[in-house]
């Protein structure tokens, strides 16, 4: 969640129109097999979900507790647009499929979508919601426990059923707290740092990835399938890879302006909402 950016991201929707582009554009080590422009009200985070062939976007639309956020859905090749299919949410950030179930945050609360019935099944508050803990990413264990970072809590809240818990606070790992991911028995996360916690514990362990030190800020964290993991950061608008040996450069030179990106490695395609309104999908096609 780039909170910086957004109100002049909402000053560059105001009169913009939808653009479609369909054409390829390559480069080194990536292709945009297509994007839509003009389109989102400050699109945060993307969740592919295969099953039913579609992405989802959350839109921000200000980051207020004020009812107008939302979440659209989209076709896996982009052609059908269905911006406003879950409204009425305050400033949806972080997506993550599970099953029949689309958990995202919500400013304050974690909020369970019914994604048959396109509806809120259920909202879960945060603990100390009236601190404003600025609610940010969601990842889900295989089991389904889910685990949500809160920005400006420096805490990593846990829900498993029942109510939002907070699960580790921690003012120096947590600093800026942002992307999650699961892997295996671990939680990757990237705030202002790099940091890794074993998920029986919530105790801090050494990460057995260290990616460059000039890397901070991290916004969006996804497997690249192969143990290592694409990245987007606050103030760099270039996609990363951090390979499993901890080597890390930017996929292309492109400029993106990508915030919480969402990867299948069975297609090798990442979707990658972007600041400005947008939303590409792009295939990795080299790594060298």
């Known amino acids: 969640m780039r909170a910086r950016h957004l109100n002049a991201v909402l000053a560059g929707l105001l009169g913009a129109t939808m653009v479609i582009t369909l054409e390829p554009a390559k480069s080194a080590e990536l292709k945009v097999l297509w994007s839509l422009k003009n389109v989102f009200e400050m699109p945060e985070s993307a969740a592919f979900d295969f099953e039913r062939q579609a992405i989802y976007i959350s839109n921000v639309n200000d980051y207020a507790r004020d009812g107008n956020g939302y979440i659209s859905r989209i076709s896996v090749d982009g052609s059908d647009v269905e911006l406003n299919w879950v409204t009425g949410l305050n400033s949806p950030t972080g997506l993550a499929v599970f099953e029949r179930t689309l958990f995202l945050a919500d400013f304050d609360a974690l909020v369970v979508i019914d994604i048959e019935r396109g509806e809120v099944r259920a909202r879960f508050p945060a603990p100390d919601a009236t601190k404003t803990p600025s609610l940010n990413d969601v990842a889900i264990a295989p089991d389904g426990t889910v685990y949500v970072s809160g920005s400006r809590s420096r805490t ?12 580790i ?7 800026n707290a942002n992307g999650l991911w699961v892997e295996g028995e671990y939680l990757i996360h990237g705030g202002l740092r790099w940091s890794k916690f074993d998920l029986q514990t919530g105790k801090p362990v050494t990460a057995t990835i260290q990616p460059d030190r000039s890397l901070v800020d991290f916004d969006g964290i996804v497997s690249d399938g192969q143990g290592g993991y694409y990245v987007t950061l606050i103030d760099d608008a270039r996609i990363w890879h951090i390979r499993a040996d901890g080597v890390s450069r930017p996929l292309s030179e492109e400029k993106f302006g990508g915030i919480d990106l969402d990867f299948d490695s069975e297609t090798g395609r990442i979707a990658l909402p972007r600041v400005g309104g947008s939303l590409s999908v792009v295939k990795v096609i080299a790594d060298q």
């Open 156 to 167: 990593i809240y846990r829900w498993q059923g029942e109510a939002l818990e907070a699960w």
């Open 169 to 175: 606070q921690d003012d120096f790992l947590l600093e």
